[in-house]
């Protein structure tokens, strides 16, 4: 992590390396717990793609009743994502942070006890709304912690726990699937809802004793460490200027992010909820084995991440590797649907879409908080979370009616997300010159 948060031009030379260290001594405080988190977050709204199968079995599902339940927790998480985030913004992060793993947490284990498809849509839509404001509440934390110059860095490294939740989460959920099934009379489907929400319940609380919402609270810094990291986010935030969340609505480009984010989660979304049918379709069956496979794209996005996040810091053009990785999914997409059934070409289509759409996600957060901070940036952030959930409500409810009704996922499924990501490159290098030119000023 030192090394990963070392020195570079976007300090000034008289500070940078004292500020260095006090970064590194932060994010080792702070980040292990928040990428834990992180990890059972994403674990959490993937796993129902592993208990895919067993799932419509024991509920007589359709593809297209898996896909409503699958988009329904986007739909609670929608309508409760922007008023989360400003509760957040009102009580502290540490306390509605801790209040969202606890109660999501819960719900995710009440999966265990779903019986019929109308509890399957019920519940799916209360997880939604418990987990509402997480993801955008962590980014506006870290946002009160970390000098501009650093956030790159830091949002990769947040978002490799999203990496690692696939990269080890496939695996894991594998082996639960294929041998905790039956283990005291539960189905293996219901030991994996249980794995992934009884943790939360506990970290939840790690969370309320662990983390401090400032800087002047961190009695763990020494008081001229706490003066100088404050100064310097202070300035930086001066120059952008303090919004509500109706001013950021109006900041020139920020509804326009929140479409290239709809978007990338369009592609997101196909790729975390319909993977593991996707090889299973190209004549993979062994849960173990589907799950292992599962993990190359997360592996390749957690490579992509690191590698991104620390040159985007350098040069400061977020923008540009925003587009990169954007065309880079777009292409694995196509070469998965021309390589749907050879299994070897498909994982290495797979390593492509994850390399694209999975770094580009972290890539992506780096860019709201150059237009927006305070009030606009807690909500501002969840609205454009908000946006992309819809993506989150699109993507599995669209592809699972065309798979009912055509028999394949492949001419949906493919051609949906490489579009999407296609047009999310047009939009974001379209993105004003307002927002370029900060991109210069923070370097």
Known sequence: MDKILSAHPGAAASTAPELAQIVSKVAWRIMPLIMVCYLFAFFDRINISF?????????????????????LFSVGYV????PSNMMLYKVGARRWIARIMVSWGVATALMALVQNEWQFYVLRFIIGAMEAGFAPGVLYFLTLWFPTAYRGRITSMLFLASAFSGLVGAPAAGLVLGHM??????????????????????????????????IEDAAWLAPQERTLLAARIAEQNRHIGSHSLFGALKTPGFLTLGLVYFLIQVSSYGLNFWAPHMIRSAGTTNPT???????VPYLCG????????????ASGERRKFVIALVVLGAIGFCCAGLFDHQPALLIAALGVMGAGVVASIPAFWALPPKLVTGAGA????ALINTLGQLGGIV???????????????????????????VCAAILAFGLPERLRQREHSAK
């Open 51 to 71: 208990a895919k199968f067993a799932l419509q079995s024991s509920l007589s599902l359709s593809d297209t009743a898996y896909g409503l339940g699958a988009g």
């Open 79 to 82: 309508l409760f994502e922007v």
């Open 181 to 214: 099934d039956g283990m005291l009379g539960m189905p293996g489907w219901h030991w994996l809802f249980l794995v992934g929400g009884l943790p939360c319940i506990a970290l939840g609380a790690v969370v309320f004793v662990s983390l401090k919402d400032r």
């Open 289 to 295: 084995t589907i799950g292992l496979l599962t993990a």
């Open 302 to 313: 957690a490579i992509a991440m690191v590698a991104v996040g620390r040159l985007s810091d």
């Open 378 to 381: 807690a909500g501002g952030i």
């Open 395 to 421: 993507s599995p409810v669209m592809v699972g009616r065309i798979k009912d009704v055509t028999g394949s996922t492949t001419p949906a499924l493919y051609a949906i997300a490489a579009l999407s990501m």
